[in-house]
């Protein structure tokens, strides 16, 4: 390897230092062409997307452009061609090495295009979820890594079948070392196929209501009530118990408890909750829902109140409605009850002196 090292670097220097300070020239003229674009393309456009549309096509553009003038500049010298080591039955080169890398570089910046300029329209046109939306684009970005990989590879004349040595190697990997990172990875494919939780989802995990913000390759992170960031691996959402308040359903059964005072008219208290519940939807919250309609349960006799209970539902879960809206209808209740002279009482005891 050292022998191989130091004829390297003897064909090198037999190209001169003009040779190299030419390649210099030209990699500072290319970015200053491109500094140049970018600057006469703000005076020329005012919409902000038409400018960052354009000035994605030309980072494209000179990358592509710094890409082929590297390869047809370096070739001259032939070295990216040298055998470095023999991996299998291919010989691995430099210009397989920058190949497979500037690939894979591509294929992730085509899978990003497609999915922010052109997933977007068909998700738009055929009314598909949040959590669909995001199944589709990770497993439209592997799809496209892999596939981009397997060409390039294929391309520059590289043996698949010396894989199989990396494969045999990478089993026993697996099989001593890797074992909790390849069952999150399998746990992943299976939650974006299976879809037992998705992005958007509200869950409760070891009693933390939190919602799920993005399932990537090892692990889901979900984002609690506090907005602080929970990372849970994939496997857990196959092998243990949690709620997902938004698995087939994404209404929401609120609850709100009052007492009134013992002597009060309780079908008169049974009225004027439900009017509580249907007036605060007329007037503010229309996302409490008619069907399932309101209810009303007179739960027990308390120590100190007759104790009610006030079902009711709302269409979709987010924090803002599950929190606000009970406290609006508390503000609701305490206004209906003094109109009409509805005692919420306090505890109270009577102690008898003799």
């Known amino acids: 390897m050292v022998e191989r090292i130091m004829d390297w670097l003897a064909r090198v220097d037999n190209y001169g230092i003009s040779f190299w300070m030419g390649a210099i020239v030209g990699?500072?003229?290319?970015l200053a062409l491109r500094a140049g674009l970018k600057k006469a393309l703000k005076k020329v456009t005012t919409n902000e997307r038409t400018e960052l549309f354009l000035t994605t096509v030309i980072n494209w553009l000179?990358?592509?452009?710094?890409?082929?003038?590297?390869?047809?500049?370096?070739s001259r010298t032939g070295l990216i061609y040298r055998t470095l080591f023999t991996f299998g039955d291919t010989d691995i080169t430099i210009f397989l090495i920058i190949t497979v890398i500037f690939s894979l570089f591509l294929a992730v910046k085509i899978?990003?295009?497609?999915?922010?300029?052109?997933?977007?329209?068909?998700?738009?046109k055929y009314g598909l979820d949040r959590g669909v939306q995001t199944s589709m684009n990770t497993f439209f970005h592997?799809?496209?890594v892999t596939i981009a990989v397997l060409i390039a590879v294929s391309s520059v004349g590289f043996d698949l079948t010396s894989l199989t040595v990396f494969a045999s190697v990478l089993g026993v990997g697996i099989g001593f070392g890797l074992q909790n990172i390849m069952s999150n990875f399998i746990s992943g494919l299976i939650i974006l196929f299976e879809r037992p939780i998705k992005a958007g989802d509200r869950i409760i995990v070891d009693g933390t209501i939190a919602d799920v913000e993005e399932i990537k390759m090892r692990a889901t992170v979900v984002r609690t009530r506090l907005h602080e960031r929970m990372i849970i691996p994939n496997s857990y959402f196959l092998e243990e118990k949690f709620v997902n308040r938004s698995y087939a359903d994404t209404r929401l059964r609120l609850t709100v408890q009052v007492g009134v005072a013992y002597g009060s008219d309780v079908n008169r208290v049974k009225t004027l909750l439900k009017e509580s519940v249907l007036e605060l939807r007329e007037e503010k919250w229309q996302n409490?829902?008619?069907?399932?309609?309101?209810?009303?349960?007179?739960?027990?006799?308390?120590?100190?109140?007759?104790d009610f209970t006030v079902w009711f539902w709302i269409d979709t879960q987010t924090e803002e409605r599950e929190f606000r809206?009970?406290?609006?209808?508390?503000?609701?209740?305490?206004?209906?009850?003094?109109?009409?002279?509805?005692?919420?009482p306090f505890p109270q005891r009577d102690i008898h002196i003799k």
């Open 27 to 30: 990699f500072v003229i290319i």
């Open 62 to 74: 000179t990358l592509f452009i710094i890409t082929v003038y590297s390869f047809s500049y370096i």
């Open 111 to 124: 899978s990003n295009a497609v999915r922010q300029y052109i997933l977007p329209t068909v998700y738009d």
């Open 142 to 144: 592997y799809l496209i």
């Open 288 to 306: 409490i829902l008619d069907d399932p309609s309101p209810r009303v349960f007179f739960e027990e006799f308390g120590d100190s109140s007759l």
């Open 325 to 344: 809206i009970p406290s609006d209808l508390r503000f609701k209740i305490v206004e209906k009850f003094k109109d009409n002279n509805i005692e919420i």
